[in-house]
T-cell receptor
Framework: QKEVEQNSGPLSVPEGAIASLNCTYSDRVSQSFFWYRQYSGKSPELIMSIYSNGDKEDGRFTAQLNKASQYVSLLIRDSQPSDSATYLC???????????????FGKGTSLLVTP | DVKVTQSSRYLVKRTGEKVFLECVQDMDHENMFWYRQDPGLGLRLIYFSYDVKMKEKGDIPEGYSVSREKKERFSLILESASTNQTSMYLCASLRGGADTQYFGPGTRLTVL
């Protein structure tokens, strides 16, 4: 069973601080990783994807991947109260086809940004 | 913009009823998915379809079946609903060769 593990939190950070969210995965052959954000009562939306070792930056978000350690992280700089949500880490699951694949999701980390 | 719609936001059914959850996407995506989301358990894959009439079981297919007669529509069927199927059901779609899954708004199903 391929697993994606996250600390459930809640992670509480003050407004303007850096929030650091972490994720580990069990399948060494996974090549792509995703961070989804889910607001309470809403469906998940993709915020970052990463495929190569190292950092990938997009605005206030930075995804970091270390395949040797099987570790993915998401940094949110200058955190805002509107960033308060659950963040889901995901990696490809076992269900593949020629055109796509399903995802294994972690259970999510709840982030609370306090004013 | 990709749009994934689900037939109901909230649904209440009784034990033993047959339940249909419908999902429609408007972007001609090849792949469609059904997940359920429960507190403490996260999102779990029920079924996956990569083409019309094609399906694959996910991690928790027991008690569920699916139908995909048209490319844009993927239905989840609970043949005989049970209380342990009370959950949030999320549909998603994915264009072939792409990575971004787009989720529908979800259906919160309560089985009494």
């Amino acid at each position: 069973q391929k697993e994606v593990e996250q600390n459930s939190g809640p992670l509480s950070v003050p407004e303007g601080a850096i929030a650091s969210l972490n994720c580990t995965y069990s399948d060494r052959v996974s090549q792509s990783f995703f961070w989804y954000r889910q607001y309470s009562g809403k469906s998940p939306e993709l915020i970052m994807s990463i495929y190569s070792n190292g950092d990938k930056e997009d605005g206030r978000f930075t995804a970091q991947l270390n395949k040797a350690s099987q570790y993915v992280s998401l940094l949110i700089r200058d955190s805002q109260p509107s960033d308060s949500a659950t963040y889901l880490c995901a990696a490809p699951a076992g269900a593949y086809s020629n055109s796509g694949y399903a995802l294994n999701f972690g259970k999510g980390t709840s982030l609370l940004v306090t004013p | 913009d990709v749009k994934v719609t689900q037939s109901s936001r909230y649904l209440v059914k009784r034990t033993g009823e047959k339940v249909f959850l419908e999902c429609v996407q408007d972007m001609d995506h090849e792949n469609m998915f059904w997940y359920r989301q429960d507190p403490g358990l996260g999102l779990r894959l029920i079924y996956f379809s990569y083409d019309v009439k094609m399906k694959e079981k996910g991690d928790i297919p027991e008690g569920y079946s699916v139908s995909r007669e048209k490319k844009e529509r993927f239905s989840l069927i609970l043949e005989s609903a049970s209380t342990n199927q009370t959950s949030m059901y999320l549909c998603a779609s994915l264009r072939g060769g792409a990575d971004t899954q787009y989720f529908g708004p979800g259906t919160r199903l309560t089985v009494l």
